[in-house]
């Protein structure tokens, strides 16, 4: 259940490219801190008995929340600039494709955690597919217009890596305080309740034209409210389960949803080779979330929801 609501978030972010080409003039960081700010202080709205009621636990750990509000509040500008300095399908694949392996870098260096081979086929899986994808993508779209300077590419990829980066720490913050106690619905109402207060002055200043007609408007609200503010609460439920490791890996569906998306709704065209890539990504989704001999066993053998082992990744004490 836990990667399945993880998949459903993907499925719902992977429609946010569709959805902001009925507001063409709305630029990327008005979409971007929209959808993050006002779905994440949305969500802190809905959970705010629960973050009263456990105040005590949020404010123990303060300082986990502040860097998931920090990665939440950083994350839009980093990953829309990547994909406007370096194109669409180099920023997005540095963005999401650097996202499993700063998380099991995290998880590797804080919490002891190893990789085990299922994870590592199935990120490899993963991320090959979505470079092909986006290199797909990017040979359709091709115009001849003219290359990007070298440095605003350089620019831009080290921007996709800080978007990767961010949110494999928002995801590993809102994790570390759900595996401490906290509930799903308190831990992320407190992390993106602050990053989209952090969001707000880049929707002051870049959101203006979001109010110039019904169609961008409705755009905003679409984002904030459906893959933004539901996606999340989704996201929060897996991650209640799942590693974020293991998340972000499960995430890489996201851009093969909006690929066939754009196909279906918008009329582009997707290459052979892009075809490929979304079936690479379906297997690593099949990799990393078929139950195994030994997880089956495990959970069998379990008499406690607190003994539940996980699959994918394991603290380096439960070697052996």
Not at 78 to 99: H, P
Not at 209 to 224: C, E, F, I, Q
Request: glycine share 14%.
């Amino acid at each position: 259940m836990g990667s399945l609501c993880v998949l459903m978030a993907s499925v719902l972010w992977g429609t946010t490219g569709t959805a902001a080409t009925f507001a063409p003039a709305v630029g990327p960081l008005a979409i971007g801190a929209a959808a993050m700010g006002l779905g994440g202080l949305l969500q802190a709205l809905v959970a705010a008995p629960r973050i009263a009621g456990e105040r005590p636990a949020l404010r123990a750990r303060r300082g986990v929340v502040l860097l998931g509000a920090l990665a939440v509040g950083a994350y839009p500008p980093a990953f829309y600039s990547s994909m406007r300095l370096a194109g669409v399908a180099v920023g997005t694949v540095v963005s999401i494709g650097s996202a499993p392996l700063a998380s099991a870098v995290i998880e590797r260096v804080v919490d002891g955690r190893r990789l085990t081979p299922r994870w590592t086929a199935g990120a490899a899986l993963g991320l090959t597919g979505t470079v092909l994808l986006c290199a797909a993508e990017a040979a359709d779209a091709h115009t001849g217009t003219g290359a990007r300077s070298a440095g605003a590419t350089v620019l831009g990829v080290g921007l996709g890596l800080v978007a990767g980066l961010t949110y494999a720490l928002y995801s590993w913050a809102a994790h570390r305080l759900i595996s401490r106690g906290v509930s799903s619905g308190a831990a992320m109402g407190a992390v993106f309740g602050l990053g989209g207060l952090l969001l707000l002055p880049v929707l002051l200043a870049t959101g203006a034209p979001l109010l110039h007609s019904w169609s961008n408007a409705a755009v905003g609200v679409y984002m904030a409210l459906v893959p933004m503010f539901t996606g999340y609460v989704l996201f929060g439920w897996g991650l209640a389960h799942v590693p974020a490791s293991t998340a972000t890996a499960l995430s890489l569906l996201e851009p093969a949803v909006a690929a066939v998306l754009a196909v279906l709704v918008v009329g582009e065209r997707l290459p052979l080779l892009g075809w490929a890539g979304i079936v690479l990504v379906v297997g690593c989704l099949a990799v990393l979330t078929t139950p195994t001999r030994r997880t089956s066993a495990a959970r069998a053998a379990t008499t406690a929801p607190s003994a539940i082992v996980d699959e994918h990744m394991l603290p380096q004490a439960d070697r052996g």
